[in-house]
Nanobody, 127 residues
Framework: QVQLVESGGGLVQAGGSLRLSCAASGRTLYHNAMAWFRQAPGKERVLVAAINWNGGKIDYLDSVKDRVTISRNNAENTVYLQMGNLKAEDTAVYYC????????????????????WGLGTQVTVSS
């Protein structure tokens, strides 16, 4: 059973920075593509960033790609999302996700393609 636990969310002023962490347990996700999604109230869950097993392939949401960096530390089974110059529209619950199944190693922008999910961490940006 895989468990993903996010941390690092909180309240920050516009222009500030946050670093989100996602710790995986239960089994190693060394070769699994992992991602961060976010969901604002009343909106769909959308991909923020995704990363393959070694960081050689990364995908970002266009509206944030100049302000966020996704990375992973496979030795610690952890994925990070560094966010800077935060804006009010970045306010959302941020979820960590990992792919599974036969396509576990490929990136995807579709939430339905991810098998494992954390419970989310709230990010609130005050303007």
């Amino acid at each position: 059973q895989v468990q993903l636990v996010e941390s690092g969310g909180g309240l920050v002023q516009a222009g500030g920075s946050l670093r989100l962490s996602c710790a995986a347990s239960g089994r190693t996700l060394y070769h699994n593509a992992m991602a961060w999604f976010r969901q604002a109230p009343g909106k769909e869950r959308v991909l923020v960033a995704a990363i393959n097993w070694n960081g050689g392939k990364i995908d970002y949401l266009d509206s944030v790609k100049d302000r966020v960096t996704i990375s992973r530390n496979n030795a610690e089974n952890t994925v990070y999302l560094q966010m800077g110059n935060l804006k009010a529209e970045d306010t959302a619950v941020y979820y960590c996700a990992a792919r599974g199944g036969t396509d576990y190693f490929t990136l995807s922008r579709e939430a339905s393609d991810y098998m494992y999910w954390g419970l989310g961490t709230q990010v609130t940006v005050s303007s």
